[in-house]
């Protein structure tokens, strides 16, 4: 009896000391403090007036923001909940030889590793459908996901990661879009060319409009990457239940794609997949597409357990999409009054490693080129190329302030080459109801004028005046 | 593994967890007060702020050694079962948070830096915010706000417009 | 010393995706005391997306913002939206919502007919009422009508709605057609501060008038306005994300990857144009990416307007400025061509 008790006192010993991180079973706090708000609800006269419509209604979700009481997908645990951390590949262009684990699945507290060779379906995009979920056998980017870990600590999943080995054969890059564009330029996808979408405007007779122009200018603009940078960094938990039905709490933007995405990859009927983005910390475009949430999902159908994901500060800028960089050329045609008479413009965007969102990107770049401006004779040309960058995607914008800020510049410019206010300039030459658009649609409830009037007045432009 | 006791919001807590705990794991993972929020862990953004014996700090970067036996106020800790704190109502009232994220480090500066200077410039109030990022608003509805919440703790009528 | 300086630019901006269909659906249901549920797939990021939606359906219910409960973001219950993507929520969104609630009203507006002796199409619904038309003073409380509807009739006021803005495919060779619904304008004018010694830009103050069609919650476009001018400015002065050689980003974090704080902001006044589209919910458009479109330029024409330098790349950071100033280069755009030449000479 005594030697039974002694064995089970000296293995009590141990596995406090080797395991006192390492907490198999719950791990949430015993008692959850009480929520502290008034008794007396406070209904703001706002919105209980009618009409509705123009009111400056205060949000109820501003409320529980101001009270802490948001639940972001990191505040919220489940029974048994693991943590999951995604191996990026650092380097920008390479051929996987090897992938090694089994040290990283040996650690304590390790519960299950994932690598690219076991996702079902191993693409996705929102349109070309080349992005991997976790990279199998080409990097394409430094940013991109070799392998994944889920742990019973975010640390020990951090620490596992350092432990997985990846044996890389590094490949030619090409980090200049100009460069990408060339010929002889390292193919990034090959055996595809570089030049993965291309968009014209063609309205008009550009070289008449040249030809019967006073003037003719010419400027060159360049836009840098920049990230959306949301304060709340992308995160997801994955939980199955006994049907074979997989709930993804997500910071997800578009949860009908998010979920036709997760039915392709995982290769499951969409209504097993239940995905569910109430509350978001901010998403600017840079939420729009699956990340990590297959992984997850993957890696909680191993465990059998929920499996939780928060990007770090660094996947979030190396790891998500970004801004697409545009190299803009234009070449404008006006009168010696300053009428626009024929624009001619180039676009080349830097489209990073995968497609994700730049095929909207440069037709929407394409479009808008030309500026709010009547221009019967116009040649709009774009091109996205794919460079061993991150990648880039949708951003609040979608290639609108890369190219306004080019050609308003070239507006600026040629005022003042022209000695015109660059207010009069805009005035003379912006859409009114009724234009032709570049595309040539008949445009609708137009209010260029109206806000170029209004925020002069506002600004006291005229007085202003140099 | 550290013991430690630190007053959250009026109440004694205490907890036992190895020592390179920050303030904010402590907070958020030991004491589920969720409001204080992980936006960089390296205290650039501030959405972390929690107060401490009444100065605003990165809760990410203070070692819960460092919190042993001080005073903590949380957002958690600002209304009381009678109403919410000004800076609250104003932040509802004037629209200031959007996706709300950085809102908890951004409403504890503002209690901070009125608790210290009752009738602040807008200069003041900027350069109080300046270490909580924000993507969302601008920020120039957070400073109409903070006015309006000092109007009414000085006890002052509101301004015509506010 | 510091040069002030003022830029203008002026932009137009698409609502919804180019020719492809982004439709949206909601559902609205009407409980038995005119208060109500809307459901929708849309998610909401910060934007007060749902409270606009919220109030898009409390008007066309003639109800409160705070009757209408909104639920969102999730594949299980709530209907299909393509998202909050494309400055289209108000719009696409906004016009399914309205429809679906319109919907219901219908079903609200049959049952109370015979009790108020009259056609369906006689009747409106206005503060929390199904009245006559042109004769108010015969109505009944909506949460009446709804009661009546349900426990009496059998038929509960519920609608679900889509809706998909109507384009035209593009010619592949000339781009012709028509690529969106409707389109949103604006101009900011910007007012820097520019140190010739230093290059730094401070900017001062923007004016921004923003067209969004009706603006069905002024407070939350305004705040849309400011949020976006943060994020041009910067766009415009301070952030860009670097590499080295290698193909790495060298500065990943917010030590080193710049961008506003309360600090950088300036004082900003908002105006929306008066506007209407008869194709939007209650004439709306919409606002959110507009915000961030025109700032940079605004500027940019700024800072060349206080010391006659034209930065072509950005961000304009202060080595930049400073460097063109050092150059004196205030760059005539080149000219070409002046008139009369003839073509292919």
């Known amino acids: 009896m005594a030697h039974k008790t002694e064995i089970g006192v000296r293995e009590q010993r141990v596995t406090q000391k080797t395991l006192h991180s390492v907490d198999e079973t719950l791990r949430l706090p015993a008692v959850t403090p009480p929520v502290t708000y008034p008794i007396e609800t406070l209904v703001p006269q706002v919105r209980q007036q009618t009409p509705a419509v123009g009111q400056r209604v205060t949000r109820p979700d501003g409320r529980l923001h101001g009270l802490g009481q948001t639940r972001y997908i990191d ?64 990097v394409f980017h430094a940013g991109d996901g070799v392998a994944a870990v889920a742990a019973v600590t975010e ?119 239940r995905i569910i983005a109430t509350i978001v910390g901010g998403n600017f475009g840079g939420k729009n597409e699956i990340t990590q949430e297959p992984v997850l999902a993957l890696l909680s159908k191993k465990t059998g357990r929920p499996v939780k994901g928060v990007f770090t500060r660094t996947e979030e800028f190396i790891a998500t999409t970004t801004r697409h960089p545009i190299i803009m050329d234009y070449k404008t045609g006006v009168t010696k009054d300053g009428r626009i008479l024929a624009r001619k413009v180039r676009l080349v965007l830097d489209g990073g490693a995968y497609c994700s969102w730049s095929e909207t990107t440069l ?32 951003m609040r914008g979608f290639g609108a302030p890369q190219v306004c800020f080019a050609y308003e510049s070239h507006m600026d410019d040629i005022a003042a080459a022209l000695d015109l206010d660059p207010l009069d300039i805009r005035l003379l030459n912006a859409f009114e109801e009724g234009s032709p658009s570049p595309t040539g649609q008949v445009l609708q409830s137009v209010a260029v004028k109206d806000s170029l009037l209004q925020a002069a007045q506002r600004f006291g432009w005229k007085e202003a005046r140099k | 593994m550290a013991d430690v006791t630190v007053k959250v919001n009026g109440k004694l807590r205490t907890a036992s967890v190895p020592p390179e705990t920050t303030l904010l794991q402590l907070l958020r993972d030991h004491f589920n007060l ?26 990410c970067l203070m070692l819960v050694g460092q919190a042993d036996g001080r005073d903590v106020l949380t957002i958690e800790g600002l209304a009381t079962r009678d109403q919410l704190h000004p800076l609250q109502k104003a932040f509802e009232d004037h629209a200031s948070l959007q996706c709300g994220f950085c809102g908890p480090g951004i409403i504890l500066s503002a209690k901070a830096l009125l608790d210290e200077v009752p009738n602040p410039t807008v200069p003041e109030i900027r350069d109080a915010l300046s270490g909580n990022l924000c993507r969302c608003t601008g920020y120039t509805k957070m400073i109409e706000a903070i006015q309006a919440a000092a109007r009414v703790l000085r006890e002052e009528p509101a301004e015509p417009n506010a | 010393m510091k040069r002030r300086g003022r830029g203008i630019a002026c932009m137009w901006y698409p609502i919804g995706f180019t020719v492809a269909a982004n439709p949206s659906a909601a559902l609205v249901k009407v409980n038995e005391d005119g208060t109500a549920t809307l459901l929708t797939g849309t998610v909401e990021t910060g934007q007060g997306s749902l409270t606009v939606l919220g109030q898009i359906a409390a008007e066309e219910l003639g109800i409160a913002t705070d009757d209408v409960h909104v639920i ?256 004196k280069r205030a760059p005539a755009p080149k000219r070409i061509a002046a008139r009369p030449r003839q073509l292919g000479r």
């Open chain 2, 34 to 59: 969720t409001g204080a929020k992980l936006g960089c862990d390296v205290g650039d953004c501030g959405a972390c702020t929690v107060i401490v014996d009444g100065k605003p700090v990165n809760a």
């Open chain 1, 363 to 394: 037709g929407k770049a394409c479009i808008l080129s030309a500026g709010p401006y009547k221009i019967d004779n116009l040649l709009a040309e774009a091109f996205v190329v794919y460079t061993n960058k991150t990648m880039t995607g949708a």
């Open chain 3, 72 to 327: 969102s973001a999730d594949t299980d219950t709530t209907p299909m939206d393509t998202g909050a993507i494309a400055s289209r929520t108000t719009y696409v969104t906004g016009n399914a919502v309205r429809l679906a609630a319109g919907k219901a009203k219908a079903i609200l507006f049959e049952v109370a007919a015979p009790m108020l002796g009259v056609k369906p199409d006689q009747l409106e619904a206005r503060d929390r009422k199904i009245q006559v038309k042109d004769y108010p003073q015969r109505n009944l409380a909506i949460g009446e009508v709804a009661n009546h509807a349900q426990v009496v009739m059998g038929q509960p006021p519920i609608g679900a709605a889509s809706f998909n803005p109507a384009t035209v495919a593009l010619d592949p060779e000339t781009g012709q057609g028509k690529p969106f619904s409707t389109y949103v304008y604006a101009t900011q004018i910007a007012e820097v501060d520019v140190d010739d010694e230093t290059g730094e830009v401070e900017v001062l103050r923007i004016v921004a008038a923003h067209d969004c069609g009706t603006a069905i919650n002024p407070m939350l476009v305004e705040g849309q306005i400011e949020g976006g001018i943060s994020m041009g400015v910067g766009f415009a002065l301070q952030e860009e994300i670097l590499f080295d050689a290698a193909g790495r980003q060298i500065n990943p974090n917010f030590t080193n990857y710049i961008m506003p704080t309360s600090l950088d902001m300036p004082t900003i006044e908002v105006d929306i144009v008066k506007s209407f589209d008869p194709t939007g919910p209650f004439g709306a458009k919409g606002v959110g990416e507009p915000t961030a479109v025109p700032t940079a330029a605004a500027i940019l024409n700024a800072i060349h307007n206080a010391v006659g330098v034209r930065i072509t790349s950005l961000p304009a950071t202060a080595e930049k400025v400073l460097a063109a100033i050092k150059a």
């Open chain 1, 75 to 138: 505040d919220l645990a489940f029974p048994g909940m693991l943590y999951a951390k995604i191996k990026r590949a650092g380097i920008a262009s390479a051929r996987i030889k090897r992938i090694d684990t089994r040290e990283a699945e040996a650690m304590p507290g390790v519960m299950a590793v994932l690598t690219g060779r076991e996702i079902p379906v191993n693409s996705f995009g929102p349109s070309l459908k080349d992005q991997p979920v976790l990279a199998d056998d080409r």
């Open chain 1, 155 to 273: 640390q020990i999943a951090l620490e596992a990661l350092d432990k997985i080995k990846v044996e890389y054969e590094p490949l030619p890059a090409v980090f200049d879009p100009l460069e990408a564009l060339k010929d002889d330029a390292h193919k990034v996808h090959a055996p595809n060319s570089n030049i993965y979408a291309t968009k014209v405007i063609k309205k008009g007779d550009i070289d008449k409009g040249f030809a019967a122009s006073d003037h003719i200018f010419e400027g060159s603009f360049r836009t840098q990457m920049v990230e959306h940078v949301p304060l709340e960094p992308h995160a997801a938990i994955a939980v199955w239940d006994p049907n074979g039905r997989v709930t993804i709490h997500s910071t997800l933007g578009r949860i009908t794609l998010g979920r036709a995405d997760i039915s392709r990859t995982l290769k499951l009927p969409l209504n097993r997949i």
